[in-house]
């Protein structure tokens, strides 16, 4: 079985081959110097990168990576270790990451090199220009004396859809996660893992974002347009396609029963995307008309708003008979509720981020407790939907990628 | 008037003779009396044009008319007659692993859809029924409850011509001795050729050795999208030339049609753009904005056609781009809009953090 290694960037190569040659690799420890220090220089180039300016992903993702945010990870995590236990790194870790969110195989490949694991990264066999720059970056750094260790330790791969190589893969991995929604997840679990060997999946997921209504109908004009930039960012970056972009809008509270304020919010929004050149793809813009058909034979909408051409409103009598499918690409449903905790009875575990407006601080952390489990992993002020955070999907994404040593003297 | 009266007043008026003006303004009546019809008839309809806009509203032209976006073929069932009186049921053939169009028809739409299909060929092909030579194999017409759109389109085109032969095997070689009995029996008279314009072109035009084939008596109808012929740089002119170089055959004639509305097949003129026949007609939209555009403008392509009785498939709102290039220019007698075809809709690049997503828009 041979596949091609992008970082460090060595062509086709023999898959035992590189197996052997990360069984050999140096172990590493959480929050080591060297890949804090890798991590930093990864933040600083991206940042002063030209083509980042033209990808606000690339930009966000830098700022993820910066040296001040691994630090103040690090001082977190060292806070909080109990003096009778050790953390050492998950071990190998395979990542499967989604095959169209160019920057995720990043993140997840940062979370666990934190951690000190080995690291094989699947990429995606189409090839696309951010992955590729982001691998020419992360090759180079790693090509520095400092970084022999990181370098041992990772392997950023293609290969074609092949069951063998990932079966392969998979028969290694002390960790496998698996982006890329239900179906990636369902495919790839096919392939055993090791008795001790564990998942970290992320399903396909909806997302919406809770108005409160009152807030909202008292915003002037500045304060509507700032909550219309942060509701643009969360609606139109990837495309609304992202698992924790809202596809659902709802009022909460009785002032939302008028129509006037709603139109008023969504006119401000998509001023902002107008401002910032957004133009869904003409396909994208299709196949909304589609969906708003499809919708209204399979669900409870009772009239559609068209805003300008970014993005069309779909009004729903009652959240019952909603279903959770959703194209993205500029269409959002809108309902109103008495209340931020009537909603509990709506949620369901497919639910994973909740951003807010307007609403108090024990309202949110009401209705997790109340929910209990049941569904939402986040709730996250409004244009923050799509900030990567170590808290996601309901995981601490850090403590997923370590282990946890009890001694005892 | 009743409705099936305003529809067939529309079939019998002349083809292409009625000026822009009245084409469209009788176009408006009849669609809206269908529109009243399938809002009586298909609940479906009657709540997408209760929610989506238009209701009980009188239009005031043919690009007032709510249209349907034809992906809604392929999700759901969409009925205007009591399922006992469905004689037929169409689909698409689509790309493998893509799910089809279904299509029901009653015996009143079956029997108009071949009606207005029938005066759209014979006006270029005579009434006479000529000897049909078929670029297909007969295997396409193997399922008879239930035809592809490839064989749907066969079936109907074999009702213009006689004694049909097809050129190609099973596996779509091109059955040489079948095809030169053809000729020695036909070929010195006007004969019919029928094809889909990718098959004409890779599976006859293509395998043709040195000795080419005699065509010179021959009319092709060919119909299907230019785009895997583009992939191979092929645009009309191109597949022109070497039909004529090849085969001697020039009365060639290009038309458009689905599934969702057979019969308006909008035929080739000496111009080379293709005309809706006088019961049908385009409006081309903004993608964007989804307003109509003026006359040399692309967009979207919305086909309306006073056929369907049995379905709401009277305004269609389709995934092809198109431009209206002429309006009654009157070449070869014809008058009203002539359209050119720019291809399909590109495709979105799918986005998102689930693999699967582009599958997500049909539930």
């Known amino acids: 079985m041979k596949v091609v290694c992008r970082v460090p960037a060595r062509g086709t190569v023999e898959l035992t081959e590189l197996l052997a040659g990360l069984a050999a690799a140096p172990g590493g420890h959480p929050f080591a110097d060297d890949v804090l220090e890798l991590c930093s220089q990864f933040s600083q180039r991206l940042m002063a990168d030209p083509v980042a300016r033209v990808h606000p992903e690339l930009m966000t993702l830098g700022y993820f990576m910066r040296k001040a945010e691994l630090v103040r990870a690090r001082r977190d995590h060292e806070a909080a270790v109990r003096h009778d236990v050790v953390q050492v790194p998950a071990g190998l870790v395979f990542h499967v990451p989604p095959g169209n969110v160019d920057t995720m195989f990043m993140y997840s490949w940062l979370l666990a090199v934190l951690a000190g694991n080995v690291n094989v990264v699947r990429l995606s066999s189409r090839s696309s220009p951010v992955v590729d720059h982001l691998c020419g970056i992360l090759d180079e750094l790693l090509a520095r004396p400092l970084h022999a260790d990181a370098r041992a330790r990772v392997a950023m791969i293609q290969y074609d859809h092949d069951d063998a190589t990932t079966a392969a893969l998979s028969a290694r991995a002390d960790l496998r996660v698996i982006w890329g929604g239900d179906a990636t997840v369902a495919a790839i679990r096919r392939a055993p893992l090791p008795a001790h060997g564990r998942d970290l999946t992320f399903a396909d997921r909806f997302s919406l974002v809770a108005l409160g209504a009152d807030a909202v109908v008292a915003l002037d004009d500045a304060g509507l347009r700032a909550l219309a930039e942060q509701l643009a960012n969360d609606l139109f970056w990837f495309d609304q396609a992202a698992c924790a972009s809202p596809r659902l809008a709802v009022w909460i509270g009785a002032a939302a029963a008028a129509g006037p304020v709603r139109d008023r919010l969504w006119r401000a929004v998509v001023e902002v995307a107008a401002g910032r050149g957004h133009r869904p793809e003409m396909a994208v813009r299709m196949a909304r008309e589609l969906f708003v058909h499809q919708a209204v034979l399979d669900g409870p909408v009772v009239a559609r708003s068209d805003f300008g051409t970014a993005l069309t409103v779909l009004r729903v009598d009652r959240l019952d008979g909603l279903a959770r499918v959703h194209p993205g690409g500029g269409v959002l449903f809108e309902a109103v509720a008495p209340s931020l905790a009537s909603l509990d009875r709506w949620i369901t575990r497919k639910d994973q981020t909740l951003t807010h407006f307007g609403l108090p601080r024990h309202e949110l952390v009401e209705l997790a407790q109340r929910l209990a489990g049941r569904g939402l992993d986040r709730l996250v002020p409004v244009g923050q939907a799509l900030q990567m955070a170590r808290y996601w999907d309901g995981y601490d994404l850090v403590d997923q990628f370590l282990r946890h040593v009890h001694v005892v003297a | ?363």
Not at chain 2, 32 to 41: G, I, P, S
Not at chain 2, 43 to 50: G, I, K
Not at chain 2, 119 to 141: E, F, I, Q
């Open chain 2, 1 to 363: 008037m009743t409705l099936d009266a305003t529809i067939d007043a529309l079939l019998d008026a002349p083809l292409y003779g009625l000026p822009q003006a009245e084409k469209a303004a009788r176009l408006t009546d009849a669609l809206a009396a269908l529109t009243r019809h399938h809002r009586a008839a298909c609940p479906a309809y009657r709540r997408l044009t209760d929610v989506l806009g238009s209701g009980e509203r009188v239009p005031a032209g043919v690009a007032d008319v709510p249209w349907l976006p034809v992906g809604l073929w392929k999700s759901h069932r969409l009925v205007s007659v009591a399922d006992d009186q469905i004689t037929t049921t169409l689909t698409s053939s689509g790309t493998t692993g893509q799910v089809p169009s279904r299509v029901y028809l009653d015996a009143a739409t079956a029997r108009r859809q071949a009606r207005a299909l029938a005066k759209v060929m014979t006006h270029v092909l005579g009434p006479r029924r000529l000897p049909m030579l078929v670029v297909d194999t007969d295997a396409v017409l193997a399922d008879r409850r239930a035809f592809s759109a490839r064989g749907a389109g066969v079936l109907g085109m074999m009702t213009f011509g006689a004694q049909p032969v097809f050129a190609l095997t099973p596996t779509l070689e091109l059955d040489r001795a079948a095809v030169d009995q053809f000729l020695a029996r036909h070929g010195h008279a006007p004969f019919l050729v029928f094809g889909f314009t990718y098959l004409v072109w890779a599976y006859l035009l293509e395998r043709l050795d040195q000795r080419g084939l005699d065509l010179r008596h021959g009319t092709l109808i060919h119909s299907g999208g230019w785009k895997a012929l583009a992939e191979r740089a092929v645009d009309d002119a191109t597949f022109r030339a070497r039909l004529a170089a090849a085969t001697g055959l020039t009365r060639s004639y290009n038309f458009y049609g689905m599934v969702e509305q057979i019969g308006a097949a909008f035929l080739e003129g000496d111009d080379g753009l293709l005309y809706p026949p006088v019961f049908a007609d385009v409006i081309i939209r903004d993608p964007f904005t989804l307003a109509p555009v003026p006359t040399g403008t692309p967009g979207v392509i919305e086909v309306v056609s006073v056929l369907p009785t049995s379905y709401p498939g009277h305004a269609i709102l389709t995934e092809d781009l198109g431009v209206v290039v002429t309006v009654d220019a009157g070449v070869g007698g014809r008058l009203g809009q002539a359209v050119r075809v720019l291809g399909r809709l590109p495709r979105a690049e799918v986005r998102g953090c689930s693999d699967t997503h582009a599958a997500g828009v049909a539930p």
